[in-house]
């Protein structure tokens, strides 16, 4: 059975090299719908309760939010970072409070202090599908991952292959001491 849920992320971006109305910096509302599937847990009677799938999602996505989305080659790049650096908010500022642990993956990198990811590949609705399943496929058993932002949109399914151990009480994943997080119970 699948449980999901839908995050909605605020972002600016461009096509850098496309011919058409996308290579103006703009920007977008996203909504991600993450779908995983397990076994339901019995006495929880779900699959996973879907404020903790947003919940582990949220902790790396939020730097999607509110955030500026440039190709790693896009020549606006280094000019944002020259204008951050001189604004002094290349490092960040203390009203920057919304961001995740920053990251780097073969796909992206996120630099949460200047509002900013930079992606190997223009930053599509399928380039986002593909960004996310590598973010989050260690820590959820995603089923699908469906993106839409204005009227473009995209899904691709995926074969969950973790098997999470999970807590009989309150159906969240036990951490690496077999302890859940949420409510205590051991293993």
């Not at 096509?15 to 977008?28: I, P, S, T, V």
């Not at 991600?32 to 949220?58: H, Q, R, S, Y």
Request: glycine share 8%.
């Amino acid at each position: 059975m699948r449980s999901f849920t839908t995050l909605d992320l605020q972002y600016a971006h461009r096509f850098y090299g496309f011919k058409g109305e996308a290579q103006y910096l703009h920007g977008h509302t996203g909504i991600l719908t993450i779908e995983v599937e397990d076994t339901i847990v019995d006495g929880v009677n779900m699959v996973f309760p879907c404020n903790e799938v947003k919940k582990i999602a949220w902790e790396v996505l939020q730097n999607f939010d509110h955030a500026l989305i440039l190709r790693q080659d896009d020549p606006l790049l280094p000019a944002v970072l020259d204008v951050y650096e001189k604004q002094g908010i290349k490092d960040g500022s203390p009203q920057n409070t919304m961001k995740g642990p920053a990251f780097k993956t073969e796909l992206a990198t996120a630099y949460p202090q200047c509002r900013l990811v930079v992606t190997k590949e223009t930053m599509t609705v399928e380039g986002m599908i593909k960004i996310v399943y590598d973010l989050l496929k260690d820590k959820l058993n995603i089923a699908k991952i469906t993106f839409t932002s204005g009227v473009n949109g995209a899904s691709e399914e995926f074969k969950p292959q973790n098997d999470i151990d999970r807590c009989p009480l309150c159906g969240i994943a036990l951490n690496e001491k077999g302890i859940c997080p949420k409510c205590g119970y051991r293993k």
